[in-house]
């Protein structure tokens, strides 16, 4: 079947340098992409979201990369800080459903 | 402007008895939507109510079940638990076309259900 959210499970930064997580998806339609981050004992918090008309979005210290001819998708996350430390999914709806599809998330821990 | 609110946050339960849990949405969200987290299996969508009304549903037994009030407050229902039921459950709430950009889902952070 065809899937979302490809994600290395864990990831080890040191604080100050930036991060890159990394998402794949197989499903050729999906035309808009979210990510989230959960941090321990709270839901998913929205970081910033993509639509494939573009290939690349900013946010606050987040920047997303969408590269629609190998189904990639990044975040990357600048000058990271220990509260960066989190699990990270990014997830894309299926079809018309207005429901999201998660990957299994990567957890990035943040080394002082 | 408060965020989602779920209650409880945290439940024991026995296999075999039922659950009712419920969320209250951002003001002005008309969008509910449930999802179960667990090791194994991540997160995983169980079903979507905008103005009263089921509008998605995922694949999960009728055990499961929802509804949502005129006030847009949801609550979900889980009936003949059994132990792999024990999971998080989110609400995210939403206006109700966030695949078109308006609003992204909004989560609270959950109820943690076990059961015995």
Redesign the interface.
Same mark, same amino acid.
């Given at each position: 079947g065809e899937s979302v959210g490809l994600h290395l499970p864990t990831l080890s930064v040191q604080e100050g340098d930036n991060s890159i997580i990394n998402c794949a998806y197989s499903n050729s339609a999906s035309d808009?992409f979210?990510w989230?981050k959960q941090e321990s004992?709270? %839901? #998913?918090?929205?970081i910033i979201?993509i =639509?494939s008309n573009m290939d690349k979005r900013q946010g606050q210290r987040v920047t997303v990369l969408l590269n629609k001819t190998v189904k990639h998708l990044s975040l990357q996350i600048a000058a990271t800080q220990p509260g960066d430390s989190a699990v990270y999914?990014c /997830?894309d #709806?299926r079809g018309g459903?207005?429901?999201? &599809?998660?990957? &299994? %998330?990567t957890r990035l821990t943040i080394i002082p | 402007k408060a965020g989602?609110t779920q209650t409880p946050r945290y439940l024991i339960k026995t296999r075999g008895q039922q659950v009712t849990l419920s969320c209250s949405p951002i003001s002005g969200h008309r $969008?509910v $939507?449930w999802?179960q987290q667990t090791p194994g299996q991540?997160?995983?969508?169980l079903f979507?109510y905008?103005s009263e009304t089921q =509008? +998605?549903k995922?694949n999960f037994p009728g055990r499961f079940s929802g509804r949502q009030f005129s006030n847009s407050r949801s609550e979900m229902n889980v009936s003949t638990l059994e132990l792999g039921d024990s999971a998080l459950y989110?609400c /995210?709430s939403s206006l109700g076309s966030? =695949?078109q %950009?308006n609003s #992204?889902?909004?989560?609270? +952070?959950?109820t943690r259900l076990t059961v015995t």
């Open positions: 808009y979210i989230y004992g709270k %839901g #998913p918090q929205f979201d =639509r999914f /997830a #709806p459903n207005e429901k999201l &599809t998660f990957g &299994t %998330g | 989602v $969008s $939507s999802y991540g997160l995983q969508f979507e905008f =509008r +998605n995922g989110l /995210a966030w =695949r %950009g #992204p889902l909004h989560f609270g +952070n959950g």
